[in-house]
């Protein structure tokens, strides 16, 4: 890199001292400054093209590094404007990863605790209870539990078979009431309608449409079950307080929970301190990681990088309009090169008699000059600014980007390191290696992973701070520093227990029979729903009264009593339909749900209450003798599980906070990403296109050395007038010695002659022939010939056309005899 910028310092100094030269050379009629020759050689038509096309693809290549500059600066700007917001933004981030981490730490080690300790403590205040349902279980004694229940449900039971007696009552009454009224309208209706049969249609009509023999009450109330006798034998058993009977082996059977509790109650207090001293550990523990990742330093960053936004908005405008500049000046060079070729190539020769045009090969040869000489003007600048940029981009790209991206690679991991020991040691503590956490972020891994926590017990993340770290291994042998199974096998000791209970006395066993022979379940359901749903009467009286009436209104004036007759039985109708029809239809509608609840009752999880009376009976016998012979062994084993699954509920706990902690908290993948984020935003988008800019700017500069060459070449190609003439001329004018081109001096003898009018002896003319000198001893040509040589009015005679003093007239050479060929 140093020696490509001292290259580039050379050529900054050599390239204008070179045009200094050039220009001191054209002066003294040098390089291209003295008038050329007007006609062309023989290959000069090859090497004007072959020199412009050269020239044309090096001005292509220049103008694709130029526009490459003009698109770089603006990508410059772009990443310099947006630089500040990128950072802070990756900076919002990191610390966003920090306070989730905290917050995932805290929420393990202390909430998910706190919710472990509740559910521990839950289960020691409830000891008894516990042990108490689960021997119960074992011993079926929960069918005392289930007996109990049954006979609880006694009393709404026989309300619900009471009030379903009362809606029976109420359904004859009723629908004997209504069956009779029915039967009076029926026998009425029929003898009038028989009477007006003969005489009116309408008549005829009512008979044809409503069989006035169906005229009746459809259901048989009748037949409604009697519950008489299942109501008197529930009321003696409620009598007898059958309830109570039972329930007093159910609360014996309960107290025993109690008795249970108070013997283990002296080792639960000792048992809860042990939790919460442990939940005080990791209490701490989540402090320490909190502090651990309480790092100030990027609020202090991100407060450094909001400094540098005035300063960017301010000189910012600065560094892009310099660099317009910059690529404007190497513009200016790019154009007086494109119009020189142009003009060049595409313009006509100079030196027309009739007029030049603007555009002709002679102004393409002083654009080309004209751009040598802007490239000697601004090479100076160009080369040093381009060397400076070089010099800044390369090291910054070298020494900050390929770090950033290559953190793999051994040598800058050296390098890191010895950064870090000594500039960086206040910031991070020397227990981290950036290039390792880099790593582990990259790969997502969890911040235990990552710190490598595993190996260390302390941490030292500043100057003077030092955090302890939590180990891991502290959780699974928790028993052994808190000494839990001591106090866990204390609570064993104290759960002697003698479980001597009674679950059923002999008088509620002899209730419960009765209760089982009560005839319940036998009740016929089906009739209450099924009646329920049956239409009360098979004719609707609403609607045979509406017909009465409208026959009523058709008969005739003659008929006035039949008529009086016909509407006294619709309103019978109509009476009977609202207070006895509706009236039946809601206590069926009663009766239909009190039997619903009456079936409910007399099951019980979906067997008849007979059946399960029978069972229940027969498991409360056998757990009752299962405690009194095996009750104090068997309160032993559940204790011993319930004390496992007590142990087992914190290594759970345990568990699970090792794999988080291990696997799943702090994982560093959102610092990879800042991470990235901010390379990008630095190197990608300003530092990158900054090395395209003077990678542009370097490449047009350097291609301008040779356009120097190639420009003064065809300038001096494009200023010559006439073509080749051919080869004949050729060989005559190579013969001719520079002695051609000298005149005579006083003073100095034979000197270069630089007239204009030497040029016009000795070029031939742009008609193709070569004109004749006018002399005396030469005759002049006919008419069909080429014209005489005339030599031109405005340029003196030289010495050679005129006598020498005391001698004889000096001999003019004739042109060279000119062919034009076939």
């Known amino acids: 890199m140093l020696l490509v910028g001292l290259i580039g310092l050379l050529l900054a100094i050599v390239i204008p001292v070179g045009g200094f030269f050039f220009c001191c050379c054209r002066c003294a009629g040098r390089c291209g400054g003295s008038r050329v020759e007007v006609m062309e050689k023989k290959r000069d038509s ?20 130029l526009v490459c500059a003009f698109v770089t600066n603006e990508y410059i700007e772009q990443g310099v404007q947006a630089l500040p917001d990128n950072l802070k933004w990756s900076i919002d981030d990191v610390q966003l990863y920090f306070n989730n981490t905290k917050s995932e730490v805290n929420n393990l080690l202390k909430n998910n605790f706190k919710q472990l300790q509740e559910k521990l403590e839950e289960s020691l205040d409830r000891s008894g209870d516990i042990v108490k349902i689960r021997l119960g279980e074992v011993s079926q004694a929960v069918a005392v539990d289930n007996l109990t229940e049954i006979v609880s449900r006694l009393g709404q039971l026989r309300n619900d078979i009471n009030e379903a007696m009362e809606n029976t009552k109420k359904l004859q009454q009723d629908g004997n009431q209504l069956q ?10 029929m003898g009038l309608l028989n009477e007006c049969n003969s005489e009116l249609e309408a008549c005829q009509e009512i008979l044809k449409l409503y069989d006035l023999s169906h005229l009746v009450v459809e259901p048989n109330f009748s037949e409604l079950p009697n519950l008489t006798d299942i109501m008197q034998k529930l009321s003696d058993l409620l009598n007898e307080d059958i309830e109570s009977e039972v329930r007093k082996g159910k609360d014996t059977f309960d107290r025993l929970s109690y008795t249970i509790q108070d013997a283990v109650s002296n080792a639960i ?3 809860k301190q042990k939790i919460r001293n442990f939940g005080i550990e990791l209490g701490a523990a989540a402090d320490n990681t909190s502090q651990m990742l309480h790092v100030p330093e990027l609020r202090q960053a991100k407060e450094v990088v909001s400094g540098f936004q005035p300063y960017i908005e301010k000189y910012s405008v600065y560094r892009r309009y310099g660099s317009m500049a910059l690529c404007c000046g190497m513009l200016a060079i790019v154009l007086c090169f494109t119009f020189g070729l142009v003009c060049g190539s595409c313009g006509s020769r100079p030196g027309n008699i009739y007029g030049d045009s603007s555009c002709n090969k002679g102004v393409g040869a002083r654009l ?10 601004l090479s100076f600048f160009l080369l040093l600014t381009t060397t400076a940029l070089f010099l800044v981009g390369g090291t910054t790209q070298r020494t900050i980007c390929d770090v950033i991206k290559n953190t793999s690679d051994p040598q800058v991991k050296e390098a890191i390191l010895l950064v870090q020991k000594h500039r960086l040691i206040k910031m991070i503590g020397e227990d981290f290696q950036i290039t390792e956490i880099l790593r582990q972020c990259h790969n997502n891994k969890s911040l235990y992973q990552t710190l490598e926590l595993e190996k260390r017990s302390q941490l030292h993340i500043g100057p003077n701070v030092v955090v302890s770290v939590f180990n891991l291994s502290k959780l699974t042998n928790y ?11 204390e609570f064993l000791n104290q ?3 003698n479980p001597n209970v009674t679950l059923l006395t002999m008088e509620g066993k002899e209730l419960l029979k009765q209760l089982r022979d009560t005839p319940v379940s036998s009740i016929n359901f089906t009739v209450y729903f099924v009646m329920a749903e049956e239409q009360l009467t098979s004719i609707n009286l609403l609607e045979l009264a509406a017909k009465l009436n409208n026959t009523a209104e058709i008969l005739p004036s003659s008929q006035l009593e039949l008529a009086a007759k016909l509407r006294n039985s619709a309103l019978q109708l109509e009476s009977y339909h609202l207070r006895l029809v509706i009236s039946i239809r809601s206590s069926l509608n009663k009766l239909k749900n009190v039997a619903e609840h009456i079936q409910k009752a007399s099951e019980f999880h979906g067997k008849k209450l007979k059946d399960v009376i029978i069972e229940l009976l027969e498991k409360a016998q056998w757990a009752q003798k299962f405690i009194q012979t095996k009750g104090k062994e068997e309160l032993k084993k559940l204790g011993k599980e319930f004390v496992s699954e007590f142990t087992e509920l914190i290594d759970q706990y345990a568990a699970h906070v090792k794999q988080q902690v291990t696997e799943e908290i702090g994982r560093c993948g959102p610092v990879s990403q800042a991470y990235n984020a901010s390379y990008v935003a630095a190197c990608n988008k300003v530092i990158l296109p900054f090395n395209g800019f003077w990678a542009s700017l370097g490449w047009c500069s350097l291609l301008c050395i040779p356009c120097i060459f190639i420009a003064v070449t065809l300038s001096v190609l494009y200023r010559r007038i006439d073509p080749y003439p051919g080869p004949l001329v050729d060989s005559v004018s190579q013969k001719r010695t520079w002695k051609d081109r000298q005149t005579y001096d006083n003073r100095n003898g034979y000197v270069y002659d630089y007239s204009p009018g030497f040029r016009d002896r000795v070029s031939p003319p742009r008609s193709g022939y070569m004109p004749a000198p006018q002399v005396d001893n030469v ?6 010939g080429p014209p005489p040589y005339a030599a031109p009015q405005d340029v003196p005679p030289s010495m050679g056309s005129q006598p020498l003093p005391n001698g004889p007239s000096e001999y003019t050479r004739p042109p060279p005899y000119f062919f034009p060929g076939p």
């Open 368 to 377: 080309l000059i004209m751009g040598v000489i802007v490239v000697f003007l």
């Open 495 to 497: 759960l002697n227990v």
């Open 269 to 271: 207090p000792e048992i």
């Open 180 to 189: 009779l009224g029915l039967a009076g309208v029926r026998k009425d209706l």
């Open 46 to 65: 090859c090497r004007r093209i072959s020199c412009g096309i050269v020239m044309f693809s090096i001005v292509v290549v220049m103008m694709f590094g």
């Open 479 to 489: 028993q052994e520093r808190y000494k839990v199974d001591e106090k866990l096998s």
């Open 779 to 784: 005759q002049p040509p006919t008419s069909a």
